[in-house]
């Protein structure tokens, strides 16, 4: 076999551009990524700091958008230079949005209303509204009022850019009435709705009744996910607990009568009422006990992670299939290392099955297989591994003066990580061409950093004229 070919750029162009490829979606992916990779890998290639922002709120980015000041501010990060798409008008704290998600229209789908085919931001303000505003112009395209009977602080996705799911801050009660032993029935509040067309699904309530002690709930692919401070961890079918328990279905915008009031739901002030209250214990689908509540499920077939629970298995994970608990084959993984922070592990977000396993200076990307000559047992197995570069083990000299005044050094190793980088949150998001870089640091100042994918003029030139000769 001869030398293998390096990809040319100019000939996957050409042939992107006259459509050449197959009809089916998957390969103009893949060509288009593998563009972007003979770019990405090419010696040449650095990544230039283009633009600096620093803010006292924090910045968020989604999308080739950047957020600033409550998402009151949206910055295109796409052009070459960042440049602001729009900036709504400055409101009160109480109007100010706490949290958001950017919803995108499907293809091919006939929608209602023009407005439909664009992009917006769905946007839960300080006082209790959920918002819809276009991602272009930060108009707002609909709201409607959630209620009065308790605070919601969280938006998330339960089926990604179908079904969100609005969650209440706890209701821990007042600290008169923790004193006095009194007990609050419900510890927090679900409200779920459909994205296309804008519709509620119900307001779950989740009471101490029914599920005891519980220090967190939330959503996620249909299924109501319990969890405790003993570690504990639950799940439910959302759909079965919607269908036994619904006292009332409810939609937006149509009069409602409820406890004596009638009213518009999704107006202020009736909002909406929780329409969905369990009376008897739901039909549980799966239970497991791990450190910290850590869970993941994912995988072919389905596998789920997680850390054994006691404090001394930190950093130490399980994956086990999730029809028999059995152990996967290799399935328990740790990392060697030694760092302030602990090493993290996740399912790849393509839903290819593979998984991720990062630490402080290597990131493992591990895959799930069938063992050889016995399909129903399945095994953990090293796919590739990418070792940062830098020093390993590396030791410094510090000077220390005695009572004497005696100089004298002392050599110690540093951390796998680096204190002085990881006393604070990072988040690092790669975009096509860009890198953005987004830190908290103490002081509670949030900093931006974009950097821009450039090549070296001379070697870019050289390079495109030799793949262009080959043409």
Not at 222 to 242: D, E, K, N, P, T
Not at 369 to 377: D, G, K, M
Request: hydrophobic share 35%; glycine share 6%.
């Amino acid at each position: 076999m001869g030398p293998t070919r390096k990809p040319n750029v100019c000939r996957r162009l050409s042939h992107r551009a006259l459509g050449f490829f197959s009809r089916d979606a998957g390969v103009v992916q893949r060509t288009n990524l593998g563009i972007l990779r003979a770019l990405v890998c090419q010696e040449s290639t650095k990544f230039k700091n283009v633009w600096t922002t620093h803010s006292k709120s924090p910045i968020a980015y989604e999308r080739g958008r950047i957020y600033f000041d409550n998402y009151r501010c949206c910055v295109s990060s796409v052009a070459s230079e960042p440049r602001k798409l729009y900036e709504m008008p400055k409101c009160s704290k109480s109007e100010k949005i706490e949290d958001a998600l950017l919803w995108e229209c499907p293809v091919g789908d006939m929608l209602p209303n023009p407005s439909d085919y664009k992009s917006s931001l769905i946007a839960l303000t300080a006082h209790n509204w959920l918002l819809r505003i276009s991602a272009t112009t930060g108009k707002v395209l609909g709201k409607v009022y959630l209620a009065s009977y308790c605070k919601f602080r969280y938006v998330s996705w339960d089926t990604p850019q179908e079904v969100i799911a609005v969650k209440s801050a706890q209701n821990k009660g007042s600290a008169l009435a923790r004193q006095a032993g009194i007990q609050q029935p419900v510890l927090l509040y679900l409200a779920v709705f459909r994205v296309l067309p804008f519709s509620l699904i119900g307001v779950l309530e989740i009471n101490k009744k029914i599920f005891g002690n519980v220090t967190d709930a939330t959503l996620s692919h249909g299924i109501l996910i319990v969890m405790y401070s003993s570690g504990l961890v639950r799940l439910y079918s959302f759909q079965a607990i919607a269908e036994q328990f619904m006292q009332q279905k409810l939609d937006l915008g149509c009069a409602c009568r409820w406890g004596g009031t009638t009213g518009t739901v999704g107006e202020a002030p009736f909002g909406i009422p929780c329409n969905i209250k369990i009376t008897d214990t739901p039909p549980l689908l799966f239970e497991v006990s791990s450190l910290e509540n850590a869970f993941q499920i994912g995988g072919h077939p389905w596998h789920y992670i997680i850390t054994p629970n006691k404090k001394k298995q930190k950093g130490v994970f399980h994956i086990c299939a999730l029809k028999d608990n059995s152990l996967a084959k290799n399935g328990i993984q740790e990392m060697e290392c030694c760092s302030l922070e602990s090493d993290w592990i996740y399912f790849h977000p393509d839903a290819s099955g593979r998984i991720i396993h990062v630490g402080p200076n290597q990131v493992k990307v591990l895959k799930l297989n069938e063992v050889e000559n016995n399909s129903a047992q399945h095994q953990i197995s090293e796919d590739f591994v990418i070792l940062a570069n830098r020093e390993k083990n590396k030791s410094e000299n510090l000077p220390t003066v005695t009572a004497s005044g005696r100089v004298v050094k002392k050599k110690f190793n540093l951390l796998d990580d680096d204190p002085e980088q990881e006393t604070y949150s990072h988040e690092v998001y790669f975009d096509r061409d860009l890198v953005l870089h987004i830190e908290q640091k103490p002081s509670r100042i949030f900093s931006c950093y974009v950097y821009q994918m450039v090549c070296d003029p001379g070697e870019e030139e050289e390079t495109i004229n030799r793949s262009c000769e080959k043409e």
